[in-house]
């Protein structure tokens, strides 16, 4: 089916915007607000246009057993005219220059997110040994005061036993004395003299 067959579904209709089109021709010399009916014109010319040589590409790729449409079928479609051709390569490149800026682009934002991981990575890991160190002296302080703890309920036990020792002292002796005869006998004598030399006295 030819172009032009097909370009007459689309009569009164329009491809492209009144905006972009009222920009091309602004940018080639026209006025910024122009007519309505040439900027119609100029969406059935370019209309037009496009249909031809995407159809002109589509028939070389089917020529070359495709079915996709490669940059090579646009060339043999405007091999016959030198200005189209020339364009046609100069926006290629121009796409192909972005696509490597952008890949570059990419892979320095790469970089960068790498680096930044790498810091998030380091500082989770310094903080997770300031964590263990943090743990690591708590530990040691409850070794620490559970060994003063220790040290204190030995010297209180220590003192302990020593103050019960010294206050066994005199009751203790007495009931030894009152179980020992011998011991009654020899306070008895103590306690006789002890009354002769205050009668003496």
Known sequence: MEPRARAGKNVGKMNFTHTELAQLLYGHGDVKA????TV??????????????????T??????????????????????????MGKIQEVFEKKREIENARKNFSIEDQIV????????VAEKLAEKAERRQ??????????????????????ESREG???????????????????????????????????????MG
């Open 34 to 37: 122009p007519l309505p009916e």
């Open 40 to 57: 119609r014109v100029l969406d059935e010319i370019a209309t037009d246009f496009i249909q031809g040589v995407a159809f002109e590409a």
């Open 59 to 84: 028939r070389a790729a089917h020529h070359a057993g495709r079915q996709k449409v490669k940059f090579e079928d646009f060339e043999f479609a405007m091999r016959r005219n030198p200005r189209y």
């Open 113 to 120: 997110r790498d680096e930044k991981n790498a810091e998030k």
């Open 134 to 155: 943090s743990k690591k002296r708590n530990a040691e302080d409850m070794l620490t005061k559970g060994e003063e703890r220790e040290d204190v309920v030995r010297r």
């Open 161 to 199: 036993l020593e103050g019960g020792v010294e206050g066994r002292g005199d009751n203790e002796l007495l009931d030894e004395a009152d179980d020992d005869p011998d011991a009654e006998a020899d306070i008895g004598t103590a306690s006789q003299q002890g009354a002769k030399r205050s009668r």
